[in-house]
């Protein structure tokens, strides 16, 4: 057991590159995993990280156990598993990520609802709209939204579709009227979401013909928060896009008003991922399942009228 723990403590430093950040993810001290790395070095009789004042790095060594390490570890966590958690009792803890708009707007109802099913299950739930590595970070399952692109390792699954709305409050169309053709975005204003993970400004898109393009909109406000986009484009400063599951509430109750409806983008696709096993952890597949069974609607939103 010491062996695996003093692994465990290796696979954490050399995938993480830091001791600080090792312990943060492992719940203990920054000496302790230090400790625990030299342990296992001076059992193997090799130098498996090399270390300065200003930076960590694998030795040759340490790139080949780093791959074994995590082969090992996970066939141990698979077989703890298969004796302490069932499909029908699933049991143990769950890290789930989710971005986080949706995760306040759906997933924190749902995971309660599976808690309250299986009360065995322990749950951290993080909302963080960043492409979080799943192995480093120790998270068993996340959703991810659009392209997947070149996701090693992984099991994908589809989830549900959903399309985005190009909204405005009432108040800010009443003043410039409402867009009927893309040109008329010209004398518009828009709030922009940038992306965590590039750093990039997300394009406003539309739908024409068959494809989706970008179009340029004057900037009034850039955030880095869907809810943020919602309240302001509520408060007036201007044109936002929002995901279906985000726009329909707001549409609904009359604080939003669609537009361009005939351009909106195609469908996009959200998926359940979770690192590849031999055997994937019961609690892993159970709440997967869980969510597939009852994914969010997100109906049509409602034809508005009155402005013109």
Not at 131 to 155: C, K, Q, Y
């Amino acid at each position: 057991m010491d062996d695996l723990n003093e692994l465990r403590a290796f696979l954490r430093v050399a995938e993480s590159g830091s001791f600080a950040e090792a312990a943060r993810l492992t719940g203990q001290s920054t000496s302790s995993i230090s400790k625990a790395v030299r342990r296992l070095e001076e059992k193997l009789g090799v130098k498996l990280l090399s270390r300065t004042t200003r930076s960590l790095s694998r030795t040759s060594e340490g790139e080949r156990l780093v791959a074994s390490a995590r082969l090992i570890l996970d066939e141990v966590d698979a077989v703890e598993s298969a004796f302490n958690d069932s499909a029908e009792d699933p049991r143990g803890k769950l890290v789930i990520s989710a971005p986080e708009a949706f995760g306040r707007a759906w997933m924190t109802e749902r995971v309660l609802a599976f808690m309250a099913r299986h009360e065995n299950v322990e749950i951290e739930l993080q909302f963080d709209d960043r492409i979080v590595d799943l192995v480093t970070e120790g998270i068993d399952l996340a959703i991810r939204t659009g392209s997947l692109g070149n996701s090693p390792n992984l099991i994908a699954r589809r989830f549900f579709d959903d399309k985005i709305h190009t909204c405005a409050a009432p108040a800010y169309l009443e003043k410039t009227g409402v867009p009927q053709t893309l040109k008329d975005l010209d004398r518009f204003r828009a709030v922009y979401y940038r992306n965590q993970n590039t750093g990039r400004l997300i394009p406003f898109r539309f739908k024409v013909g068959d494809e989706s393009v970008p179009k340029s909109i004057e900037t009034v406000l850039v955030a880095n928060s869907i809810h943020t986009l919602e309240q302001a484009g509520a408060a007036g400063l201007g044109l936002v896009q929002l995901p279906g599951f985000i726009a329909r509430r707001s549409i609904c109750e009359g604080r939003l008003v669609e537009v361009l409806s005939e351009f909106r983008s195609p469908l996009f696709r959200n998926f359940i991922v979770y690192p590849e096993r031999r055997l994937v952890p019961p609690r892993v597949r159970a709440f997967a399942d869980f969510l597939i069974a009852d994914p969010p609607t997100v109906p049509e939103v409602p034809e508005q009228g009155g402005i013109k």
